[in-house]
């Protein structure tokens, strides 16, 4: 018995020391030792570029942003099988200078913005860490506005930064790390499969336009979980650029237990979609301080299908022209684009074409959410075959006045026609639809209803 329990302790020994050496031997690669300064002013784009190599040549492992200050950089491309990950302390700076921005976010089309963090036709990535990577977004910006910030002029390419674009990347880790300040889009995921983004902060101003929080373009399988997202424009977005068209659908897309705040719409499908989105699950959410709530809004020819959204709490309000939206809690319509001189116009049409055409929105469940807003549910499409088998199921809409805006009017832009329509504020305004089942739903007005009311619902 004595010699068995000794040769137990020895067993129980080598263990610990093996996973003791196993835990010491990940390979790190700390951004510090291929020269990077924290001062906030170096750019140390050479040095993270090192550090990257130096990760690639080893077959892998963790790129180190250390948490003791600021590291300015310009644009660097992450690998396969690396973790980028940012300590508690430490921040990643976009650097200011837009001279050093010089990869198109959208391929030909240079009118949407430039790439900071890339990287293409990838596995394994992973972005991690308690620190902060931050876009230094209004470095970008012209002046200040009332609810804005001017956008700069510019010729063929806008050098605002996106700060995260990933294409064709399989299996994506994005955890705990918080980004901030955008100039543009945040993190946009395009044709990638596999994704899991949790715990993450995103922090944008809310001045600054195309300041989306997630974007999930031709993308999927990917869950989005526990975030809390703060955005100019659309906190999270699903879609599908023609600039990436061989890459197939959007779908599979899972999004649990978020808080979300914009001045457009929380959450959003559309409107750039030309091909298929479906299969798409948003539930325990938490929606404040917005322009809208939730959107559908399809405006090319690719169809919405499949979506179903539960257990949701929405708190809209009117915002200025400058953002599109009008308060509406929950939002589908389905209108064709419209042909307008703009700076992406060519990109927005199948190709050759002047015009488009728009696809349908079917099978679409709201259940049990919670509205409190100065508008109403609004579902519009140019003809009704456009939108089928809508369902809104235990769904409360509390009318209630917050600021001085008049009110009576839905917002349908872009589309081909009147953007901007005026109508009396309904609790559900149903126009032009197939099949749209309101169940066990209830309206209230709160103490300062709408100034434009009309009946409560209207079809």
């Known amino acids: 018995m004595k010699n068995f329990k ?10 610990m020391v093996s996973c003791k050496v196993g835990t010491n031997t990940e390979k790190l690669f700390n951004i510090v030792d291929y020269g990077a300064v924290a001062d906030g002013v170096t ?5 993270i570029k090192k550090a990257i190599d130096a990760c690639a040549r080893s077959g892998g492992g963790k790129v180190i942003i250390p948490g003791n200050g600021v590291f300015l950089s310009g644009p660097f491309d992450l690998v396969s099988e690396m973790e980028l990950h940012v300590e508690a302390g430490g921040t990643l700076l976009a650097n200011p200078d837009t001279s050093v921005y010089v990869k198109s976010a959208f391929r030909e089309n240079q009118g949407e913005g430039t790439v900071w963090i890339g990287g293409e036709n990838l596995h394994d990535v992973a972005i991690t860490g308690l620190g902060i990577i931050d876009g230094n977004g209004i470095k ?48 946009h995921l395009i044709g990638c499969d596999d994704g899991v983004i949790n715990g993450v902060t995103i922090d944008n101003s809310l001045k600054i336009r195309n300041s989306d ?27 599908n650029r023609r600039e990436f068209k061989e890459y197939g659908g959007c779908e599979n897309i899972v999004v649990t237990n978020c808080l979300m705040s914009s001045r457009s719409c929380a959450f959003k499908i559309g409107s750039e979609n030309m091909d298929t989105i479906q299969n798409v699950t948003v539930n325990n959410c938490t929606i404040l301080e917005s322009n809208r709530g939730i959107g559908i809004q399809n405006r090319d020819e690719g169809v919405v299908q499949n979506v179903l959204f539960s257990n949701i709490i929405v708190e809209s309000r009117f915002f200025s022209d400058v953002w ?10 389905a209108y064709r684009r419209a042909n307008i001189d703009h700076k992406d116009a060519g990109w927005r049409f199948p190709e050759g074409a002047t015009e488009g055409f728009v696809g349908q929105v079917n099978d679409i469940t709201f259940r049990n959410i919670q509205c409190r807003s100065e ?37 349908r832009r872009p589309c081909e026609g009147e953007g901007l329509v005026k109508a009396k504020t309904s609790a559900f305004f149903i126009d032009n639809a197939n099949d749209v089942l309101v169940r066990d739903c209830d309206i209230r007005l709160g103490a300062n209803p709408p100034l434009n009311m009309g009946e409560l619902v209207h079809r």
Do not use: Q
């Not at 137990?8 to 080598?14: A, D, E, G, T």
């Not at 599109?324 to 319509?333: A, C, R, V």
């Open 324 to 333: 599109w939206g009008k308060s509406e809690p929950i939002y589908i319509t």
């Open 375 to 411: 508008n109403g549910i609004y579902v519009s499409a140019e003809s009704p075959d456009k939108i089928n088998h809508i369902l809104f199921d235990g769904v409360s809409v509390v009318l209630n006045r917050v600021t001085a805006y008049e009110g009576g009017i839905y917002d």
């Open 140 to 187: 970008f910006m012209g002046e200040e506005l009332e609810d804005s910030y001017e956008l700069l002029p510019f010729e063929v390419k806008d050098p605002r930064p996106h700060v995260l674009t990933l294409v064709n990347v399989h299996k994506i880790r994005i955890e705990n790390v918080t980004f901030r300040n955008s100039a543009y889009w945040t993190v």
């Open 6 to 15: 000794s040769v137990l302790s020895l067993f129980f020994l080598v263990l």
């Open 43 to 47: 750019d140390n784009a050479v040095a």
């Open 213 to 239: 929080g997630i974007d999930l373009d031709h993308s999927k399988n990917i869950r989005i979980s526990n975030c809390n997202i703060k955005s100019g424009d659309d906190s999270i977005c699903l879609k």
